[in-house]
């Protein structure tokens, strides 16, 4: 019989959003907490939500939330009786859970043979396959591997996969039978930088199918349960970024035959714990196994939403020998929730990750609403870690429900700092297709992601004249003499006054004249009459051809952010005088994200023709080559191997010729 063994002090071996998201269930059973901080988050919210925290010394995660020493040691400094690893970093490390039983700790996961069997992706499928669970033909790469050869046996197109890990890196997407020795090489390339192992295998790739995955729930006295399923078929790079429960594609009688593979595929390990089986679900309604990830998920909330569950109170539960209770034996489907992942990123350049200062992040309240974060106002995005967030998750008695008031929580947020994937999650929870259910993987491939995310009818105009008013009224308040005059006052009547700002690689150009409460105002030459009902140098209650808005202004430094009920725009003040050393020389190739550079690929005076790669970086576990944009000659090479680089910084210089 197992073990009962209670909980009192638990260390949480992780960060950000899912930290804190453990931290708050934990302090509701009244088990007292523990967090771990690298440097860059000292400041993180998780670490001051704890009863305690530890700092492990360092930045990158192979010095910190990767060392399993140091936080075992953490642990046992701070009299912890328990580890939870949250998902990510060591949450599906064998070596750790034994390490952790070694040291007298209880691991809020499954056993380690569970996690070593499963973390091995072709011997999990080969448990499968034993299992009477459907698997996609395979073969795993070694170094005496016919490419050719296996290749064939295993079919084109297909997928090139890292053994260990997910995340979607070291994954590579190949048809032609030409690219896959490169594709190998680069996927083994990526997988051992974020995994520590470059093992790979091919996979038969079923296209656009849906992504569909089984909540399972094991515990130690030989039950394993299921909470339905999941669809993450909306994905980039790989990586999903809208998750929902349930599935739109999935009838009662699919539901039946997942569920039960799923529940096979853990009595077959032995399950106990939280645990995710993945199946691929083809146009034919035939599923195959994907993987099982022996962690609690990033998009567990929209099952926690639908069920009325909490998933960490019953990972705790089980870890302290507990039977799975009723309501997770008798769980039933209310309604419909939504997830989406907002990630710091740019979205027109291809996902580039983003980093800086949150000088906002806020969401107002609202019914059917969560938000799980590790953010605040003036939070930093690292280098260092995962760009993601926010987990943004609503629940509606139907799914139109929860795809409108998602989009609604999202359009009224204030995120002011960095580039974000807002317009997109946006227009897919707001597109036909999506509201239709069409959700499967090739969606952003139907769905051009720059073209979703790219505004309609911008009201960037209008901002631009609402950041000028909340300027000027700033201006008056600072005012030490003669504060009460309005702004622009003359003895004789002259010019307005002139401001510039660009926003989106768009210059706007404002003139105005204030006589009492009328604004009459030029932007870019078009004429614009407004009254204004107030003006603070935060909101400004404007009202212009018959329509009133409240614009929330918030200004910081030459940057202005301006938020309201027809969109958010962010605005950069135009110097009057430039600064001409700051210019970039002709020819110039910028860093499109902060990152290590990798691989260079050429020297200089070496003639290279559009497109070729030059230098490959790698920020937040991604690779990103940049290559010439033309024909030419690198006149000059800025940046060298294992050098770090901030955004914007000249790698290199092109010349024409060649």
């Known amino acids: 019989m197992p073990v009962n063994r209670t909980i009192t002090r638990l260390l949480i071996a992780n960060r950000g959003e899912i930290a804190a998201r453990i931290i708050r269930t934990a302090h509701a059973l009244g088990i007292a907490t ?120 295993v079919g084109f197109p297909l997928l090139v996969k890292a053994a260990f890990g997910g995340g979607g890196r070291g994954m590579r997407l190949v048809a032609d039978p030409a690219e896959l020795a490169e594709a190998v090489t680069s996927a083994r390339s990526e997988a051992a930088s974020a995994f520590g192992d470059g093992t790979v295998f091919l996979e038969r790739y079923v296209t656009d199918p849906r992504h569909v995955e089984v909540q399972i729930l094991g515990d130690a006295h030989g039950d394993v349960v299921h909470l339905f399923e999941r669809e993450c078929s909306i994905q980039r790079r790989y990586q999903k970024i809208v998750e929902e429960c349930p599935s739109p594609a999935v009838d009662d009688d699919l539901r039946d035959a997942l569920t039960a593979a799923a529940v096979a595929a853990g009595w077959a390990v032995g399950y106990t714990g939280a645990g995710t089986v993945e199946f691929v679900l083809d146009r034919d309604g035939n599923f195959y196994f994907l993987e099982m990830n022996t962690r609690l998920q990033v998009e567990h909330p929209v099952t926690e939403e639908v069920t009325g569950l ?54 107002p309240a609202a019914p059917g ?160 009459t407004a009254l204004v009902h107030s003006a603070t140098p935060d909101l400004v209650d404007l009202e212009i051809d018959g329509t009133r808005r409240v614009y929330l202004v918030n200004r910081v430094g030459a940057d202005t952010y301006v938020d309201a009920s027809d969109g958010s725009s962010a605005l950069s003040e135009i110097p009057r005088f430039g600064d001409p050393e700051k210019l970039a020389p002709p020819g110039s190739l910028l860093a499109p994200m902060p990152g290590l550079v990798l691989r260079v690929l050429a020297e200089p005076g070496t003639v290279v023709t559009a497109g070729q790669p030059l230098l490959v970086l790698e920020a937040m576990k991604m690779e990103q080559t940049v290559s010439a944009p033309a024909d030419g000659v690198v006149a000059e090479l800025r940046a060298k191997a294992g050098e770090q680089v901030s955004t914007g910084q000249v790698l290199a210089v092109l010349e024409a010729g060649g």
């Not at 009299?79 to 209880?106: K, M, Q, T, W």
């Not at 996690?115 to 999990?124: F, L, T």
């Not at 960490?312 to 929730?337: D, F, S, T, Y």
């Not at 960037?460 to 006052?489: D, F, I, K, M, N």
Request: charged share 20%; proline share 7%; hydrophobic share 45%.
């Open 34 to 153: 523990v967090a771990v901080y690298s440097d860059p988050d000292a400041d993180a919210p998780y670490v001051t939500l704890a009863d305690e925290a530890v700092r492990l010394p360092g930045a990158a995660p192979a010095d910190t939330y990767l060392r399993g020493d140091l936080i075992i040691a953490a642990a046992a400094a701070t009299g912890a009786d328990a580890v939870h690893p949250g998902y990510g970093f060591l949450s599906e490390n064998a070596a750790f859970a034994r390490a952790c039983a070694d040291a007298g700790l209880i691991f809020v996961g499954p056993a380690p043979e569970t996690i070593e069997a499963m973390g091995d992706k072709v011997r999990a499928k080969a448990i499968m396959a034993d299992a009477d669970v459907p698997v996609l033909p395979s073969a795993t790469v070694t170094d005496t591997t016919d490419l050719a050869a296996a290749g064939e046996a």
């Open 310 to 363: 909490d998933l960490v109170e019953l990972q705790l539960l089980i870890a302290e020998g507990m039977p799975l209770p009723p309501q997770a034996r008798g769980a039933r489907i209310g309604g419909h929730a939504i997830e989406v992942r907002l990630y710091a990123e740019d979205v027109s350049a291809g996902f580039v990750p983003a980093t800086g200062p949150l000088h906002r992040f806020r969401f």
């Open 369 to 528: 609403i969560r938000v799980d974060t590790g953010f605040r106002d003036g939070s930093v995005v690292s280098p260092h870690y995962d760009a993601m967030l926010a987990k943004v998750i609503a629940h509606g008695p139907t799914r139109a429900d929860a795809a409108r008031r998602l989009a609604r929580a999202l359009t009224r947020a204030g995120i002011h700092g960095v580039t974000t994937n807002r317009d997109l999650l946006v227009a897919i929870l707001r597109e036909p297709e999506f509201l239709a259910g069409g959700t499967d993987t090739g969606y952003l491939t139907r769905h051009e992601p720059a073209a979703l995310a790219a505004p309609g009818a911008t009201p960037t105009a209008t901002h631009a004249l609402a950041a000028v008013l909340a300027r000027q009224a700033r201006h008056r308040a600072e005012a030490s003499v003669l504060g009460t005059l309005p702004s622009g006052w003359r003895n004789v009547f002259s010019a307005p006054q002139r401001l510039g700002y660009t926003a989106a690689g768009q210059d706007y150009a404002v003139s105005y004249r204030i006589r009492g409460r009328t604004v009459a105002a030029e932007v870019n030459e078009v004429s614009v």
